[in-house]
């Protein structure tokens, strides 16, 4: 798989991973706790480490360009 196609289903995850914490259904999940309560804070995490992956391989990408 190339850093691009890489770079490209990491993105897919993000947005998809992002609309899920946005969502009133996962708000309305934690507000009843029916959940772990450090599940939004698990989640956010997932998105953060996630967005520096992004950035790592974006920087593998821009490396190629400049070779």
Do not use: R
């Amino acid at each position: 798989m190339k850093p691009v196609e890489i770079l490209k289903d990491f993105n897919s995850c993000y947005v998809k991973i992002q609309a899920v914490a946005q969502s009133p259904e996962w708000q309305k999940l934690i507000a009843e706790m029916k959940i772990d309560p450090e599940a939004a804070t698990h989640l956010g995490d997932v998105l953060h480490y996630l967005e520096v992956a992004i950035g790592c391989v974006d920087e593998c990408i821009n490396q190629e360009k400049k070779s």
